[in-house]
């Protein structure tokens, strides 16, 4: 058994030797593996989010309009999730701003999360659970 071990680990010491394309390929799969891991976005429950962590970020409910008007967070700006220009409504905001966002139950904002994390915000947060969670609390 000890025999095969070493005999495949020469093989593979072989092929980066003979084959230093088969290294590179290497250190390429670990980068991407390692900028895939960077990229995903933050989670955390609606119900653990503090008044300071709402002060010293950006607050995004991406409900409807109608639905925002019910109720939301204080704080809390409304950006339609099904806007076509969603993602355009956040040019404006610094891409290392901690954005938390939320919606009804967890579903868009997760999706928001994702578009936004993908479009190069390093801080988003997406708030689990959503509004209806704040409400069953309470």
């Known amino acids: ?23 590179n390929i290497g250190y390429l799969l670990l980068l991407c593996f390692i900028q895939i891991s960077c990229n995903q976005t933050k989670s955390m429950s ?18 409807t309009p109608e639905e925002y008007a019910e109720g939301h967070l204080d704080n809390a700006v409304n950006i339609n999730w099904y806007d ?19 919606c009804k139950k967890g579903g868009r904002s997760a999706s928001a999360a994702e578009l ?4 190069g915000y390093k801080n988003v947060i997406d708030l689990l659970g959503g509004y209806d969670a704040l409400e069953e609390k309470d």
């Open 46 to 63: 609606i119900t653990e989010l503090t008044t300071e962590d709402a002060e010293n970020a950006i607050l995004i409910d991406v409900r």
């Open 1 to 23: 058994m000890e025999s095969k071990n070493k005999l495949f680990l020469m093989k593979i010491l072989n092929l980066n030797v003979n084959y230093p394309i088969m290294k």
């Open 116 to 119: 936004l994390t993908s479009s």
């Open 84 to 102: 076509e220009n969603f993602i355009n409504q956040f040019k404006t905001i610094e891409k290392d701003k901690t954005i938390y966002v939320y």
